[in-house]
């Protein structure tokens, strides 16, 4: 069993920064990533990373913005954004897997706003 429980969120102008922090317990998950849900949309992919943080993916939107890490010692994963868009507005997940793009362990959600 993995839990996840993310930190970071807040509110911030267009053009600033944050970063989000997902710290796991239980057993460490080879592949870890972030997803995150605009208001009265779907959940979406922002990005993800293997176990060594050698490989990562991200969506097109926010490519060149953001930066995924991970801390395997401290079993933690990061999500560095900046420049961020009002757009970036989203409860942002942390998720937890076997494989990238198979996600079976989620956090509870961490709420970032930016205003314009």
């Known amino acids: 069993q993995v839990q996840l429980v993310e930190s970071g969120g807040g509110l911030v102008q267009a053009g600033g920064s944050l970063r989000l922090s997902c710290a796991a317990s239980?057993?460490?998950?080879?592949?870890m990533g972030w997803f995150r849900q605009p208001p009265g949309k779907e959940r979406e992919f922002v990005s993800d990373?293997?176990?060594?943080?050698?490989?990562?993916r991200y969506a097109d939107s926010v490519k060149g913005r953001f930066t995924i890490s991970r801390d395997n010692a401290k079993n933690m994963v990061y999500l560095q954004m900046n420049s961020l868009k009002p757009e970036d507005t989203a409860l942002y997940y942390c998720?937890?897997?076997?494989?990238?793009?198979?996600?079976?362990?989620w956090g509870q959600g961490t709420q970032v706003t930016v205003s314009s």
């Open positions: 998720a937890a897997g076997p494989l990238m793009g198979s996600y079976n362990y």
């Open positions: 239980g057993r460490t998950s080879a592949a």
């Open positions: 990373i293997n176990w060594s943080g050698g490989y990562t």
